[in-house]
Each structure stands twice: as structure tokens, then as C-alpha cells.
């Protein structure tokens, strides 16, 4: 007997399957992340929303959500693993009844498969994704449309998409990896409902085509990574046994890849130092009002704005350089990273439209991401549109260095510590002890000369030095 399904109608169905549970897109450009840390063991029953785990990209911490009610089979992977989007996370016992079963999209054997396909035969798959699901559908539909999971080992069934001038059926996701690995879509058998080529049937196509035939197997697969590593280790000789091999992961991960394209770019330097007496006696008449309303004041304000005022001036280094169409952007907002030193290492979030905010919005936003960025909770919107950035090498104890450029930005300041020295009073003999602070910037000498570096840098300097010329410069 044929079961039919009606949008209109609830059809109460038990089903039990094992789902995989893949990762999913969590960014542009994002392909890989770094386990952090499991909510959940082996055989914990989940719902919809719960916390599953913690991943961190090369740009941000993500918490991932469960999308079903169930139980957990299996985990794949440990902490400080490298999981790729699209493998699978875990696989969880779907068992649900009536409106909140989650019905699967392949059965446990052949019989079961065409016949649950033969009682969709005359619906439209790409109507249905865009209808809005009854109740008793929504997870159904979310499951097949949305997630395109596939479990490996629970269909064989063999229907294969052939050459024709059809849309081939499947989702805007696996059209666009696809796309991007120039893939025809019809050359792919799809195991889905009526041929639909699911996620999964195009990573075994990159693959090589090689399913996951049990779930034991893909946990062996990643079981069997470490000792293939110390097999090479051990091809190193005896005198290396005790030697460490770290893995680059997370932002450290991301400071490679932009140290490594910061080497297509010719440097120059230019430093000097600046008189911080006046900021230091406006700072502690101001730090009482701040603390009043909850914020950490220090000198870091001061010398984003003074760099915000003094890019109105320069504007050029406030640029982004494109060196394929070899054209510049000029950028309206000044978007001014911050280099932030934490225990996951190198972070550089970013304080946005500069130009439009008082001393205390910068000061209270820079607590946000600093408390942000101790915790790991930056996300991926804290480090987008950066223009211009700052380092302030100086809370460590450095005084001067080369700051290095983040394509595409065309500079970048380190500001140092501050040293009580003595310093001669204009051209007399007179020696006073003065407050100094060591200031290098670093430019792209394919967009910005010496000089334009130079009046930057004395713009801001002069803007230090005499805080309260920024109260004319000030909207």
C-alpha cells in the first residue's frame, strides 16, 4: 500500500534513523574550524537548540546548536581537531513520533526507499522548498532541503541524475560548492528523493567517490590520523623523539596566512616620539567621569581619535589597495583595528566610524571588545571592514619596532610605552623630566610616500601632544 503525502493534511509517521549531523557554513571563506571544546557526550538525549559544541574559525568562536531531538550515537572528533564544513560532527539517533518525528529522506534498506520515494513521486521538490511546511513537514523539510544530510550506509538506492537539459535537483548550497570546484552536476548520482544530489553525494564525489559505508568507519577515519603522524615522526630518527609538533590552528592559523601575504608588500618606516604630558594630566582629570560611567579609560582613545582626525587630513592612508585592478579605495569610515594580545593569540578587532565618536563611545566600545576578546567571544562582524590599525606594543614594554601591514591596508601605527626622561627645554640648557612615548608606522610604499607618512604622523603627534586641539577637530 502507497503512502501519499498532502501539504494540507498531518501524517502521523514513527521513524528511527541515524543521522549525521554535519557541519554547516558558519562564514564566507571559511572551510575549516578547530574543535574548542563538546556540551554533550555519547548517548545524551538532545532537542532542537541545544548547545552542542564550541568551534573557532580563523576569525571567530561559534557555539553550534543542535537542529534535531534525540539521542547521541557517537562524536566524531576531539577536542583540538580541525573539522572541515561539510564533514560530520556527530551522528544522533532520530526517534520521533507524530508531529515531532523528523522524518528521514533514505530508509534502512531498499524496500523501505523506493517505496517512501514512490509516495513523493508526484510531488514538486522545488515547490515544496519554497512553501511554507505544515507541522507535521517542517522538520522533514528542513532536514531533506535545508541541512542535505545523507547517512552513507542506509540506502543503496541507485538513481543517477542523466545528461539533460532539466534543472538538476538540489540545493543553492551544493550549487555553490560545486561551482566552486567546477563540478558538473550531472555527472553525480544523487541518493536523495527522486535523484536529488545531496551535499554528502558531492564530497564523495570530491573525494574520489568513496562513501562512508559504516558509521564505525568514519570514526576510524579520524582514529587513524595520529599514528600516521607518528610514523613520520619517527622517520625524523631517534634523537627527535622527545620533540614537540604543534599544529597552527585558530587565529594564529590567520596571522600566518596575512604575515604571509604582507611579504607582497614593500615596507617603509618612519618613527618618532611624542610628549605626553598634557594627555597624561587631561587623562587623570578625566578618569573619575569615566569610572562613574562603568569605563576603563586609558591613553588608546586618545590616539584613535588623533588618528581618525588626522586620516580627514591624509586620507590616502586610510586607503585599501587592489593590486589585481591595481586601483585604490578611498574609505568614508574610518575603521580602526585595535591589536589586542590574548591567551588564543594575535586578535585585531575593529572599532568602526571613528570619526563619528566621542572619545568615551571609543573608549566604551574598545572595553566591549577587549572584555570580547579575553573571554573568546569575537565574533566574525568584530574583525570585518578594517581600514587603518593600531598597536600598542607598549603595555608589554617595547618602545620602538616595525609594525607590519595587513593587505589590503596601506598602514599601520605601534605606539610604545611611556618613559619618564630628560629632555632639554627648546634651545636653553635647562633640563626637565619629561613624559615620552615612541610612536613607527609602517606604509605600502606602492600607494603612500615618505612624506604623505610623515605630515600623517605629525598631524596625530601634534593632536597628542595639545589634546585639546581636538576639541575643534571634534563633530
Not at 620533540?243 to 607582497?264: F, H, N, Y
Request: with cysteine; charged share 20%; aromatic share 6%.
Amino acid at each position: 500500500m502507497m503512502m501519499r503525502r498532502h501539504k494540507s493534511t498531518t501524517m502521523k509517521t514513527t521513524t528511527s534513523t541515524h543521522t549525521p549531523f554535519l557541519l554547516s557554513d558558519i562564514g564566507e571563506g571559511i572551510a575549516e574550524v578547530e574543535l574548542l571544546q563538546w556540551f554533550v557526550r555519547s548517548g545524551d538525549e538532545i532537542a532542537q537548540f541545544d548547545r552542542l559544541c564550541e568551534v573557532q574559525s580563523d576569525k571567530a568562536t561559534v557555539e553550534i546548536t543542535s537542529r534535531f531531538d534525540g539521542k547521541i550515537v557517537n562524536l566524531c572528533g576531539d577536542v583540538g581537531d580541525m573539522i572541515k564544513v561539510g564533514s560530520p560532527l556527530m551522528h544522533i539517533h532520530v526517534d520521533g513520533d507524530g508531529a515531532n518525528s523528523v522524518i528521514s529522506h533514505e530508509e534502512d534498506d531498499d524496500v523501505h526507499a523506493h517505496a517512501h520515494a514512490a509516495s513523493l513521486h508526484n510531488i514538486n521538490d522545488e515547490e515544496d522548498m519554497l512553501q511554507i511546511p505544515s507541522k507535521a513537514s517542517s522538520s522533514y523539510q528542513n532536514y531533506v532541503n535545508v541541512n542535505g544530510l545523507a547517512n552513507g550506509a542506509a540506502s543503496n538506492m541507485s538513481a543517477v541524475n542523466p545528461i539533460s537539459t532539466e534543472k538538476v535537483q538540489t540545493t543553492p548550497a551544493v550549487r555553490k560548492i560545486a561551482k566552486e570546484n567546477n563540478i558538473d552536476l550531472y555527472t553525480i548520482a544523487g541518493t536523495g528523493i527522486n535523484g536529488r544530489i545531496l551535499k554528502s553525494d558531492l564530497l564523495d564525489h570530491l573525494n574520489g567517490g568513496q562513501q562512508f559505508k559504516s558509521f564505525d568507519q568514519i570514526t576510524t577515519n579520524t582514529a587513524n590520523i595520529q599514528p600516521e603522524k607518528i610514523e613520520n615522526k619517527a622517520l625524523l630518527g631517534s634523537h627527535h623523539d622527545h620533540d614537540q609538533i604543534e599544529p597552527i590552528r585558530g587565529v594564529a592559523r590567520l596571522m600566518a596566512k596575512s604575515m604571509t601575504l604582507s611579504l607582497q608588500v614593500p615596507h617603509f618606516s618612519y618613527a618618532d616620539e611624542v610628549t605626553m604630558d598634557n594627555l597624561k594630566d587631561v587623562r587623570e582629570n578625566l578618569k573619575p567621569i569615566a569610572e562613574a560611567e562603568g569605563l576603563r579609560l586609558t591613553y588608546m582613545p586618545f590616539a584613535i581619535k588623533a588618528a581618525s582626525i588626522a586620516l580627514n587630513q591624509y586620507p590616502k592612508v586610510n586607503c585599501s589597495f587592489d593590486d589585481s585592478s591595481m586601483t585604490l579605495r578611498y574609505h568614508q569610515d574610518h575603521n580602526i583595528g585595535v591589536a589586542m594580545d590574548t591567551s588564543r593569540g594575535l586578535v585585531v578587532p575593529v572599532i568602526r566610524a571613528c570619526q563619528n565618536l566621542s572619545i568615551f563611545e571609543i573608549t566604551r566600545e574598545l572595553n566591549r571588545l577587549q572584555s570580547a576578546a579575553a573571554e573568546g567571544k569575537l565574533t566574525e562582524s568584530d574583525f570585518a571592514d578594517c581600514t587603518f590599525s593600531l598597536s600598542n606594543i607598549g603595555v608589554i614594554g617595547g618602545t620602538y619596532m616595525k609594525p607590519v601591514i595587513v593587505p589590503p591596508q596601506v598602514a599601520i601605527g605601534a605606539i610604545g610605552k611611556i618613559q619618564r626622561l630628560p629632555r632639554f627645554v627648546g634651545e636653553t640648557d635647562e633640563v626637565i623630566a619629561a613624559h615620552i612615548m615612541q610612536v613607527s608606522w609602517s606604509g605600502d610604499h606602492r600607494v603612500l610616500e615618505g612624506s604623505v607618512m610623515a605630515n600623517f604622523s605629525n598631524s596625530w603627534k601634534l593632536l597628542m601632544e595639545n589634546p585639546s586641539r581636538m576639541i575643534l577637530k571634534l563633530k
